[in-house]
């Protein structure tokens, strides 16, 4: 059995007398040398965003326990937002050098390291321009993100819809580059999104949560090859997986109505 990783046990969170969260459980175990992409799916309001949140550190439940490998979770694990999230006057590389900037010490080898992050996302020959949208596009603005992102944490990432603003040809890239990194860095990922084609794509697990109070109410092993290319999306299974999704989604939709 893998060691456990993340555990969400018995979270709610409540406004007032108002419960939006309830009894939410989540067991992700840490698979040395293959990591787990991990995809939580459903209908808008229904606490994706802030199950990611509790698992950064960026909020609290109001009841229930957050465990990072056996503990409670202590610090902050770095998210990836649908929002642009660099600092615009610095460059590429001291954009992902800015983790190292809250130690006491900055690391030996930060440097080498936050290049060969900018190498994992593709960015290499770009270093040293400014991290802004005159001089990046927004598929290469998100690089920057996800190679902070990894020089904070290499062994965790979180990422909040992070291809939302995209358009679909980079988005497109973007996943076929996220797969790549996954597969590289044998990282576990947690990816917040609403498109299924792209929870199909990219997940080995996927939780369909509903809405009011939000919960896990499905959970699919993709069961696809671990190594993803252009050509899963054309496997039966691929397929077969998104009209079944798409099936459950549309009954918790109707369902809420």
């Known amino acids: 059995m893998n060691p456990e990783l993340i555990n969400l046990k018995g979270v709610c969170q409540s406004y007032g007398k108002k419960v939006v969260i309830d009894d939410f459980n989540l067991l992700i175990d840490d698979k040395p040398n293959q990591g787990e992409f991990v995809v939580l799916l459903g209908p ?108 904070a944490n290499a062994r965790v990432l979180l990422m909040d819809e992070p291809f939302g603003a995209l358009d679909l040809n980079t988005r497109l890239q973007m996943q076929l580059l996220l797969a790549k990194i996954w597969n590289s860095l044998q990282s576990t990922v947690i990816f917040v999104t609403h498109d299924i084609q792209e929870a199909v794509f990219l997940g080995d697990d996927i939780y369909l949560m509903s809405a009011n109070p939000g919960r896990i109410v499905k959970h699919w092993v993709t ?23 798409e099936d459950a989604m549309f009954s918790i939709i109707d369902n809420t109505h």
């Not at 290049?115 to 598929?139: F, N, P």
């Open 223 to 245: 069961g696809l090859p671990l190594t993803h290319d252009r050509g899963i999306r054309h496997e039966k299974r691929f397929r077969d997986l998104v009209s079944e999704i």
């Open 44 to 151: 808008s309001g229904c606490g994706k965003s802030t199950i990611l949140r509790y698992v950064a550190g960026l909020q609290d439940p109001t009841s229930g326990v957050v465990e990072i490998k056996g503990k409670p979770r202590q610090g902050f694990i770095p998210m990836v937002f649908q929002q642009y999230s660099n600092i615009p006057w610095l460059s590429v590389l001291n954009n992902v050098l800015l983790p190292t900037k809250f130690l006491s010490d900055t690391p030996k080898g930060a440097e080498e390291m936050a290049l060969k992050m900018i190498d994992e996302v593709g960015l290499s020959g770009h270093e040293y321009k400014y991290a802004q949208d005159t001089l990046l596009s927004g598929g290469q603005l998100q690089r920057v993100a996800i190679a902070r992102s990894l020089m």
